[in-house]
């Protein structure tokens, strides 16, 4: 019998983060996959650059890829370094691939990467999201009860 994965994973040095996703999309399901990097992109990585503010991933040929990340070129790379903006292939299980498969394909979610990291071994991950866009409606609330969760921490603070 497989073990059951873990809720948070281990992340230990954050490169990048998509913090407007948790505003934009209700998150259903969390995925950790592994990134197939060429050479300079990891040092670019572990530099600290990189951005996925505007990236999704898709499921495409039975593969994920996550596209439109953006992983700046290596400073001291010379004529062998990377393309910045170009797809990277996303390391799940196949039974993980299925399942983001089909809840694309019927229910109509999105797979939006939350961060990249580099977790306890020096691997580079992604934590993606199986997510449905919100409405208007909806991001108003989640500003009302953001707000009223700081109002309310702010008035125990002071009475309490």
Excluded: C
């Excluded at 992340?11 to 990097?37: H, M, P, S, T, W």
């Amino acid at each position: 019998m497989a073990r059951p994965k873990p809720e948070t994973f281990d992340k230990q040095k954050v490169v990048a983060e998509n913090r407007r996703a948790r505003f934009d999309y209700a998150i259903d399901e969390k995925f950790e996959a592994g990134l197939a990097l060429q050479g300079t992109e990891v040092k670019a990585l572990r530099a600290g650059e990189a951005s996925i503010a505007e990236s999704y991933a898709e499921v495409r040929d039975g593969e994920v890829w996550l596209i439109n990340a953006n992983i700046p070129e290596y400073s001291h790379g010379n004529r062998l370094n990377h393309e910045p903006r170009r797809p990277r292939k996303l390391l799940l299980n196949s039974r993980e691939i299925n399942k983001l498969f089909g809840a694309v394909e019927r229910k109509g979610m999105t797979l939006v990467p939350l961060s990249i990291y580099f977790n306890k071994t020096g691997r580079a991950k992604v934590e993606l999201a199986l997510a449905k866009g919100k409405q208007a409606h909806d991001k108003r609330h989640s500003i009302k009860e953001r707000d009223w969760k700081r109002d309310k921490a702010r008035l125990m603070r002071e009475k309490g």
